[in-house]
């Protein structure tokens, strides 16, 4: 396998050229809003006792809050979960616009509906030809003409059929991807306490469990393995990927971070500009990542065709 980290610069920024990507753009713009307004909320219901306990936090709070809503300490709480939860769900929905320059991988749900419904196509299209072209539409042999034909499938009902499986797939994706981050993030955040350098192993060998996630039918553990394998290899170069990942966020958030104090008059707009910094961060780290995870697989998948029909017993 071969990773190639200006390559997966390179091809990442240009994916974003797609104009697909202007709706998961808009999807993680809002989750980011919603993340900030869970936030700013939580900090303006927090009891005044809180502040006089633990000093600090009051050096650290902003000295504006403009997307605070007036709402309990609670139903910020939960604010937050949900714009949380949500970035999970559309950091998955814009990974699948992303990969491989389409909506999913080829044993993707997407396909799979496509190719069940080419299945059934192509076995009634078979059964036409057997019956023979001399008979009437609707008609077969020893048939009543006045019951008519079995209705076909329309193409409403199998788009209907696959916007279910889309869905379904979605909330499934989501829910591994939630257990994915959580046990990622434990075992990064125990590997820093254990000298910084397992941390970034961790990270490094994980890398592409969320994509795994996002563009096959595989749960969280899964997924975790097909990563440990896909970078076996690579995975000093991933860690290049990652690292250059980190500082092209961080780099871009600081115009988020200029647009506070350019528009300090207005601290609304300058929040909701900062937070759309934030999406387009997230979003060329997610397409750079993508590119990363195709150029690995795609390197994978040409292994495996050139050791493919040879016996087991020959194979180094």
């Known amino acids: 396998m071969s990773l190639s980290i200006s390559d997966a610069l390179g091809d990442g920024v240009d994916r974003l050229r797609d ?15 919603a993340i ?10 927090q009891p005044a006792e809180v502040f006089e306990e ?5 050096d650290l709070m902003p000295e504006t809050l403009p997307l605070a809503l007036d709402v309990s300490l609670g139903v910020a709480w939960f604010i937050w979960f949900l714009g949380t939860i ?3 769900t ?7 616009v992303l990969a491989d320059g389409n909506g999913a991988r080829p044993d993707g749900p997407e396909t799979e509906v496509s190719r069940e419904s080419e299945s059934e196509s192509e076995s009634e299209s078979a059964n036409e030809v057997s019956n023979g072209s001399s008979h009437e539409p609707g008609l077969e042999h020893g048939s009543d003409p006045s019951r008519g034909s079995t209705p076909e499938p329309t193409r409403d009902s199998t788009a209907t059929t696959a916007a279910r499986t889309q869905t379904h797939s979605l909330v499934v994706a989501t829910a591994h991807g939630i257990l994915a981050a959580i046990v990622g993030t434990v075992a990064v955040g125990a590997g820093l306490a254990l000298f910084v350098v397992p941390g970034l192993v961790v990270a490094t060998l994980f890398a592409f469990t969320h994509p795994y996630i996002a563009t096959e039918r595989i749960n969280a553990i899964e997924a975790m393995k097909r990563s440990l394998e896909l970078t ?10 990652l690292v250059a990942i980190v500082c092209i966020f961080y780099g871009i958030s600081v115009f988020g971070a200029l647009a506070l104090g350019v528009f300090a008059s207005v ?6 500009v900062n937070t ?9 780290v997610l397409a750079i990542l993508a590119s990363a995870f195709d150029q690995l697989e795609t390197s994978r998948a040409r292994e495996d065709e050139k050791w493919e029909g040879i016996d087991d017993e020959l194979l180094p």
């Open 86 to 88: 949500s970035l999970v």
């Open 19 to 33: 104009r697909r990507v202007l709706i998961p753009f808009l999807a993680l713009y809002g989750v980011f809003v």
């Open 54 to 58: 633990f000093p600090g936090l009051a």
């Open 36 to 45: 900030t307004v869970g936030t700013h909320s939580q900090l303006e219901a």
């Open 267 to 272: 601290p609304i707009v300058a929040e909701l």
């Open 232 to 241: 076996r290899g690579d995975r000093l170069r991933v860690f290049g990927v």
């Open 276 to 284: 759309a910094f934030t999406a387009l961060a997230w979003l060329v």
């Open 90 to 96: 559309a950091s998955i929905v814009a990974f699948r």
